[in-house]
């Protein structure tokens, strides 16, 4: 039957081309013109931009330039290059010659796109051990507040906690985020002290009672030491290392020791006061190039970070339902990422419905961040959310 073709990975591709018995070599062949790339350039200098359009053009792609590229009425112009792999990499090797208008850069940073394409990161150290990538990870709520969104006051005391967590392990966790303090719009700072007396005891009661690795969220510096000292293996960061000038260095202090660096747009305080930015995704990509940058200054392993957009933090519906869209373009940063969007108020948006009914719309986001390749969930709901990615990630290794 004649079709157009749904081609969504790297996998389909190779299975279809098997089905009409293309040779093995054919099929190496094949695969690498049908992988189609768009890569995004920015503050290309004229003559560059100029010499990739030409170029791409000879060997059968293409390249987007502003208007006035060609007439040179403009000094620099963002770039957009269409062309499977194999021309990709034949535009490198035609430009590879020229040492002029910045060239050697642009080739640099487009092998890196490359390879964090090709191989992506397969596994985190977690104090010493491994935390596999291949499958997604599911990360667990545990917030021990009298005033979080979702689920404030639930696990405030520490016999309701411990039952907490032996649950969130029967149900099939990777990671326990244990949280004392809630970062809900215009939610309230609270004192580090009593920060403390909520999360050691519980972050205690969960390296007891099972092996998984405890993550504990929280801005402070001294929070996130007492935390790990306590047996914390994980710091999960709203503010990315800028609420606490101290933070990167505590975390680069211990061995193998992620940190999951957050965007977000003001404080929770005021974050949700008129969010705005030029370009969502790519103010959002910016801000992750500075952190890492930072946090690396600082002694923190690149291998160690995690990545998450953010969602909620300082932005309208249409901010998030973009991050959502494209949330696979943060992978050229070459970090894991994580999406954490469970039963946040911009489904009540999309749905109409309270906190308690939001089940649907944060698996339906979920999946489509899986479907993006992003490594980590971060749920209220864990078992639901676990057998969603099960389904998944079965149906598409198939």
Do not use: W
Request: charged residues 30%; contains cysteine; hydrophobic residues 40%.
């Amino acid at each position: 039957m004649n079709r157009i073709l749904s081609i969504k990975n790297d996998q389909d591709l190779r299975k279809e081309l098997e089905k009409i018995k293309v040779s093995t070599q054919g099929i190496d062949a094949m695969f690498k013109k049908g992988r189609t790339l768009c890569i995004k350039l920015k503050n290309i200098k004229i003559g560059a931009a100029n010499i990739i359009k030409q170029d791409m053009l000879s060997i059968g792609g293409d390249a987007a330039v502003a208007r006035g590229v060609v007439n040179g009425k403009v000094d620099k112009s963002d770039v957009i290059i269409f062309g499977d792999e194999k021309r990709i990499k034949l535009l490198l090797k035609k430009i590879s010659y020229q040492d002029i208008f910045g060239i050697p850069k642009i080739i640099k940073e487009i092998k890196k796109l490359l390879k964090f394409r090709n191989q992506p990161q397969s596994f985190i150290k977690v104090r010493g051990k491994e935390l596999s990538l291949k499958q997604t990870l599911i990360m667990g709520i545990l917030n021990v507040t009298p005033d979080s969104f979702f689920d404030g006051g639930k696990y405030e005391k520490l016999d309701r906690a411990k039952k907490r967590i032996d649950k969130m392990v029967s149900e099939g966790a990777h990671i326990i985020d244990i949280g004392g303090e809630s970062t809900r719009p215009f939610a309230e700072k609270v004192s580090m002290d009593e920060e403390l007396n909520r999360v050691i005891p519980v972050i205690k009661a969960a390296k007891e009672r099972c092996d998984l690795p405890v993550s504990i969220d929280t801005y402070k510096a001294e929070v996130a030491k007492e935390a790990l000292d306590a047996g914390a293996d994980i710091v999960n960061d709203i503010s990315g290392l800028r609420f606490d000038e101290n933070m990167a260095e505590v975390v680069a202090a211990y061995d193998d020791v992620p940190i999951i660096i957050m965007h977000i747009q003001g404080t929770p305080r005021n974050m949700q006061k008129n969010p705005s930015y030029e370009d969502v995704i790519e103010d959002i990509y910016s801000y992750f190039q500075d952190r890492i940058k930072f946090a690396r200054q600082y002694g923190v392993k690149e291998e160690n970070i995690i990545l998450d957009p953010g969602i909620g933090f300082g932005k309208t519906l249409e901010h998030n339902v973009e991050i959502i869209n494209r949330i696979s373009e943060f992978h050229s940063l070459g970090r894991p990422i994580l999406l954490g969007c469970s039963n946040k108020s911009y489904l009540e948006n999309i749905l109409g419905v309270e906190k308690e009914e939001r089940l649907p719309g944060t698996m339906a986001t979920n999946a489509l961040a899986i479907m993006q390749d992003v490594q980590i969930i971060r749920v209220h709901q864990i078992k639901e959310n676990k057998m969603l990615a099960q389904t998944l990630n079965y149906i598409r290794s198939r």
